[in-house]
């Protein structure tokens, strides 16, 4: 088994960037004993930590993460949370299911909501509505599938023509939309910052600690590079990297993809990014392209690869080509900051998450939905590991990821519809 158990990445993630710098948490030294043990300081990882503590106060808790907070995938997301389940591939037929786990997603929000007001954490958290938008006849019918649904579940939103999109984005390149009020937009690395920051007294996080293997021995051990953590019970939060530690094998596989954020525009060249200083598109088709508006630059993300990161001389060019499209009179406008991360895929678009050996729990396959569904993930799963709750409920909801082949299968797959889905993607990429 590969002893590569976290993502490497190439670049440094632009949105930590941006931030001032932070004093890392040490790294694990010697051994610790402790009650529960999570591997993973994303939001899924956090979320778990932060309800262990609330439900077993008097617990010992320990958070492992390979990287520094910002720099793993959770700081590399893309910003864009809501309390309401709107999928892409919307029909009326999944309706009900969408209402349903939205009842879960509202209480995760609002559990994580209540942590950054009390705690005061500046992440740049505002509702400012996220759009969803059509380049192609194709892709305007799929965004018509989404407002039927949001009609049928009481979400509250606006269809948009051409030239709405127009005036709120500054390029007439979509056809069709509609805007979601409820969707809310945030600096990804500035989150999971704070959320490490108020951490409860009995939760003690590692830095530069990666889980490299685990071993069931009256409990669980896991062995890190300068230490062993002994646990009575593990969780874990690597999402497709769970992987490398022998679960799910079959469930889920890592997929990279790729964000730019330009520099500082001028006044003049940011007043063609539309009327708001602060917006955020979604494509209608999987693999189009993402786009926010922060401020004066714009964040351009794209791009799929299947386990491994692609040459950033790819990822630069292909990212530009995207920008340019939207905005022609742009493009002497450089980008400041590119950077890969990784989600994991799972085949029926379901997330994995529950007891996967004696005493050992994950969560996993987000399917690129990250910051409320992961955080929903972890809280529910904290109280099945605390037995404050068996969440029989949310587990027929959400479903249960399905059987994926293995390689080489998995990657001639992966390549084959990649290839199908980008031309049917067309001008949505």
Not at 68 to 91: H, I, M, W
Not at 213 to 220: I, P
Not at 350 to 355: D, Q, S, T
Not at 365 to 380: E, P, R
Request: proline share 4%.
């Amino acid at each position: 088994m590969s002893r590569v158990t976290y993502p490497q990445y190439t670049n440094r993630c632009g949105w930590n960037a941006l931030l001032p710098p932070r004093d890392p948490k040490p790294p694990l030294t010697g051994n610790c004993k402790v009650d529960f043990a999570v591997v993973g300081a994303g939001y899924t990882g956090l979320a778990i930590a932060r309800r262990l503590a609330e439900l077993r106060p008097d617990a010992s808790i320990v958070v492992l993460e390979a990287d520094v907070v910002g720099e793993g995938s959770a700081g590399r997301n893309s910003g864009f949370t809501t309390k309401f389940v709107l999928p892409r591939n919307a029909s009326l037929k999944i309706a009900e299911t969408a209402r349903l786990q939205s009842k879960y997603f509202a209480e995760a929000f609002d559990w994580m909501m209540s942590a950054i007001e009390a705690k005061g954490i500046d992440c740049g958290l505002h509702r400012a509505g996220t759009i969803r938008a059509a380049a192609t006849e194709r892709g305007e019918a799929a965004v018509r599938s989404v407002i039927e649904v949001a009609e049928k579940n009481k979400i509250s939103h606006t269809v948009l023509t051409r030239e709405m999109i127009t005036e709120r984005i500054g390029s007439c390149y979509y056809r069709f939309g509609m805007e979601m009020e409820d969707g809310y937009l945030l600096q990804p690395a500035a989150l999971v910052r704070g959320l490490v920051d108020i951490l409860p007294e009995n939760v003690t996080l590692y830095e530069k600690t990666p889980a490299l293997k685990l071993t069931r021995a009256n409990g669980w051990e896991i062995q890190t590079p300068e230490g062993m953590v002994r646990a009575g019970r593990i969780a874990l939060a690597t999402n497709g990297y769970i992987r490398r530690f022998g679960y799910l094998k079959s469930r889920m596989a890592t997929i990279f993809t790729y964000a730019a954020l330009t520099e500082a525009m001028s006044p003049a060249d940011a007043a063609q990014l539309g009327a708001k200083e602060s917006w955020g598109l979604l494509p209608s088709h999987r693999l189009g392209t993402t786009l926010r508006r922060v401020g004066n630059r714009l964040l351009v993300r794209s791009l799929y690869a299947l386990e491994h990161e692609i040459p950033q001389s790819e990822a630069v060019a292909e990212l530009r080509k995207r920008f340019i499209r939207r905005w022609p009179s742009l493009s002497h406008v450089q980008f400041e900051y590119v950077w890969g991360g990784t989600t994991a895929f799972t085949m029926n678009g379901a997330p994995w998450w529950g007891r996967i050996d004696e005493n050992a729990y994950a969560s996993g396959g987000c399917n690129g939905s990250g910051i409320t569904k992961g955080t929903m993930l972890g809280k529910a799963l904290a109280e099945v590991m605390a037995g404050a709750h068996d969440h029989q409920e949310l587990c027929a909801i959400m479903g249960s990821a399905s059987w994926i082949a293995p390689d080489p299968f998995r990657t001639i797959g992966f390549h084959v519809i990649s290839a199908i889905e980008r031309r049917r993607a067309g001008l949505e990429s």
